[in-house]
């Protein structure tokens, strides 16, 4: 942080705070309105929008035997048939939101216990924060896929369990974040003036603290959306996230993946709703970067502040 | 901290240890005991938690007697802590048990396995370092023109990408539907290993090289532009040293110094990485490993490799540091 500290500016939201009710909607809409913003959160809309609407547009049952196997496209079947003959288009319309909602719980779970782990360190400091900071070391010597493929191996492939696991193997790199941005933060008059009028420390850390972390949390959630799309996805795809005969549009992937040459199209339009979602996700939060970080930085380059982690280890 | 401090100690009687030194010596002796507390938590997970090896072996039904006997086997009817310790020590003695789901010996199964996963990684990483160091110096002196906005944006889209995809990408492109330049599976024959049919490289070599190109060469390209604008290469240009000599002796070393660090991230994530793409292309290493013993419930072999992921990402970690360390000047006196 300290080589960077000139040249980036405070995050505007952190002082104004009567100039809006909600400053955190003012950096999203700022950054809605950069060409690169505007085309991440078109991207991530729309396939957010087929998983969600999918499933009450599909043409016919995701599960029906409706014909041969790997049959082409047709009028009938606008994307062809799958391994077991059943309706493509069917498939993907309702394999999205599962998915997506398992990708958005791990996300949320990660994000509030990094947070919680991360304030309290840097607030506390002392023997709290030599303790979490050690268990930050220790998880994250397990790559987030692995750490998600021990605990399922365990008991087995169950949906809560993998989002648990794949919100715990993202709480390390929040902490890491929370904990530089509390540092900062608690050096400020108003946490010195809060304490002094004798305020609870929980109260502090969520009252005072907790408002002026939101911008580095955007990013941050942003990115873990983004890997935790792809964890999930990958878990369906090596056949241990939802189990068939479930419509999974990684699932959908591996299944078919034999009949590439017969009806590629039962691959190639699962691969890319996932690659567009991925895609538009992290170039929305690429455009939030540039707006709170006031610069061009890159994620990846606040490793070397210690900030962040590169994280996307799937 | 107290308990890492103490190698660094009796250096410091006999005058001022390095303060480099000092830090290696702490880093190493943080990783140790990171490395124990992970074996300790693998083994805890996996033996421990719900039922034991035993039921997921033999599976619900278990017969009573096999169960008993397979429990002596495995040591579960002893304590924890024992059982722990005749785990770790047979690890470390090189005695390492057998496969539970074919009664093999652990270590020639794996062993083929670690070997093929380590060419897949070692030439991923070089490959990869080299074309991100590469493109990224080329965006940076050429900042702002095509060239640069177009592997910009292509690597932001790309950075996003989950393995599988790519992997997916490539074999519709090279392997099948498109045209058959390259084996869509790389089956290798029993008893050989990797480089013994390079051609099969080819494919899971060339998915990890654009999973991990795009960070290093984000990385490289902000801190070329960063080098290309400090004071010393302004300095370097007043004195009127020709372009080309500044920026391979001044910029570019400059540049990779931070880089590095990112590379040695992207070997991190790596050793998460190989488990799907090995599994997309049927390559024998420890990632495919990984996903038959946890289909298979296979404890003692998800127990070993879950453990050698671990241990090369805390010792990747620490080579990281240290290189970084020593590559930059300014970070040597900061800490």
Redesign the interface.
């Known amino acids: 942080m300290a080589v960077e500290a000139s040249s980036v500016p405070a995050p505007a939201q952190a002082k104004d705070q009567g100039a809006a009710r909600h400053p955190w909607l003012r950096v999203l809409s700022t950054a809605a309105r950069t060409p690169r913003g505007a085309v991440g959160l078109a991207l991530a809309s729309l396939i957010v929008l087929v998983a969600i609407i999918g499933p009450f547009v599909s043409p016919g049952s995701p599960d029906a035997l409706a014909t041969v196997t790997f049959v082409k496209p047709s009028g009938q079947f606008p994307l062809g048939s799958d391994f077991l003959g059943r309706d493509v288009l069917s498939r993907v319309l309702n394999g999205g939101w599962e998915l997506l909602l398992m990708a958005a719980a791990a996300t949320a779970f990660g994000i509030i216990v990094g947070t919680a782990a991360g304030v309290s360190a840097a607030y506390r400091r002392g023997r709290a924060d030599g303790f979490i900071m050690r268990t930050v070391d220790v998880i994250l010597a397990f790559p987030q896929l692995v750490f998600a493929l021990l605990l399922v191996s365990i008991l087995g492939p169950r949906l809560w369990l993998i989002v648990i696991a794949v919100g715990l193997s993202h709480a390390p790199q929040v902490a890491r974040v929370t904990r530089s941005a509390t540092l900062d933060v608690t050096e400020r008059d108003f946490v010195k003036v809060a304490e002094l009028q004798g305020m609870r420390s929980s109260k502090v850390m969520i009252r005072e603290i907790l408002p002026n972390l939101i911008s580095p949390l955007m990013v941050e959630a942003g990115l873990r959306l983004t890997y935790s799309i792809v964890i999930m996805a990958g878990l369906s795809f090596l056949g241990f996230g939802q189990q068939p005969p479930a419509a999974n549009w990684g699932l959908m992937i591996n299944e078919n993946r034999i009949g590439l040459q017969l009806n590629p199209w039962a691959v190639i339009v699962p691969a890319a709703l996932i690659a567009l979602l991925t895609i538009g996700t992290n170039t929305f939060t690429d455009a939030v970067a540039r707006v709170t970080l006031g610069v061009d930085r890159l994620p990846e380059e606040a490793v070397l502040t210690d900030d962040l982690g590169l994280g996307r280890t799937t | ?1 107290a308990v890492t401090a103490a190698p660094a100690k009796p250096q410091a009687a006999r005058g001022e240890p390095h303060p480099i030194a000092t830090l290696v010596a702490r880093r190493v002796a ?1 990783g140790f005991i ?2 124990l ?2 074996s300790a ?2 083994f805890l ?2 033996q421990v ?2 039922g034991n090896a035993a039921y997921a072996v033999l599976g619900r039904g278990a017969n009573p007697v096999r169960l008993h006997a397979l429990e002596r086997q495995l040591h579960l009817n002893r304590s924890i802590a024992e059982q722990y310790w005749t785990w770790l020590s047979g690890l470390l003695s090189g005695k390492l048990g057998t496969s539970l789901a074919n009664g093999q010996p652990l270590w020639a199964l794996v062993e083929p396995r670690l070997v093929n996963s380590a060419v897949l990684v070692f030439l991923t990483g070089a490959i990869g370092s080299i074309i991100g160091v590469a493109l990224g110096a080329v965006a940076a002196l050429r900042k702002d023109s095509w060239f640069d906005h177009i592997t910009s944006v292509t690597t ?2 790309v ?7 790519v992997a ?2 490539l ?2 492109l090279l392997a ?2 498109v045209s058959h330049l390259l084996p ?1 599976v790389s089956l290798l024959p029993p008893g050989t290993y990797a480089w013994s049919q390079p051609r099969l490289l080819i494919l899971p070599v060339g998915t990890l090289v654009i999973v991990i190109v795009p ?1 290093i060469f ?2 490289m390209r ?1 801190a070329m532009i960063e080098a290309l604008e400090s004071d010393y290469v302004e300095m370097a240009r007043l004195k009127g040293v020709p372009e080309w000599q500044i920026v391979l002796a001044h910029a570019l070393p400059n540049a990779i110094a ?1 880089t590095i ?2 590379i040695g ?2 070997f ?2 790596l ?3 190989v ?2 793409v090995e ?1 997309v292309f049927n390559f024998p290493g420890i990632g495919q490993g ?2 038959f ?3 298979n ?1 296979d ?1 003692p072999v ?1 127990q070993f490799i ?1 453990l050698v ?2 241990a090369f ?2 010792v990747m970690n620490i080579l990281t540091d240290v290189i ?1 360390l020593l590559a930059t000047p ?1 970070r040597r006196i900061a800490r």
């Open positions: 901290m943080a990171t490395l507390v992970v938590i693998v997970a996996t938690l719900p932001l889209a950075t996003s990408l989950p393995e599988f995809v997916i990408t074999i519709i099948t539907v869509a960070y984000r990385m902000a931070p660090q990112v991230l992207n991190l994530y050793a998460g990485g488990v799907v599994f990984l996903v013993a946890v289909q419930r404890i998800i879950v992921l671990a990402y805390v970084a300014r």
